[in-house]
């Protein structure tokens, strides 16, 4: 018969007693995984979101200066490019103030009080997204001309 000392003894535990640690840990460590992997991919389309938008008003600014005034086809391609924005959102103002076709020298499309709602609603609020805009100088295209416009 061979005798262990008392201090190796107590520390070989039998097997039956690690039963289901690996269950535990792995329980706990897929938590973090996936939290930590929604959390990136939320970022990531938080950023497509705000890229998007910003390409919508250099988009709609590019169309505000070689279209028509008020055009109804620079707010239709906006909401291509950005799919939740609303008619409301997009601001779209020539300067000087009261100016036609013929006289305006600048434009400026902004993007105002659009949200972001995650896939995985955080106490179920919209993220708010900063305002965008975008200015030009005007130039005298019409619309009927130019295939953009259409």
């Known amino acids: ?41 939320e970022f990531g389309r938080w950023m497509f979101t705000l890229n998007a938008a910003n390409e919508a008003t250099r988009w709609g600014a590019r169309l505000a200066a070689v279209c028509d005034k008020d055009d109804i086809h620079i707010r239709q391609k906006m909401r291509v490019i950005l799919g939740d924005v609303v008619d409301a959102q997009i601001s779209i103002q020539y300067e000087p103030a009261g100016c036609d ?25 919209a993220v708010p997204l900063p305002a965008f805009t975008t200015s030009l100088p005007r130039e005298s295209m019409k619309s009927a001309q130019n295939p953009v416009c259409s």
């Open 1 to 41: 018969m061979h005798r262990y000392p008392i201090s190796t003894v107590c520390t070989l535990a039998p097997k039956r007693r690690q039963r289901g640690m690996a269950i535990v840990e792995f329980a706990i460590v897929a938590l973090l995984f996936f939290t930590l992997l929604l959390g990136v991919m």
């Open 101 to 125: 076709d013929t006289n305006c020298r600048t434009v400026e499309v902004s993007l105002i009080n659009a949200t972001f709602t995650p896939l995985i609603p955080f106490m179920g609020v």
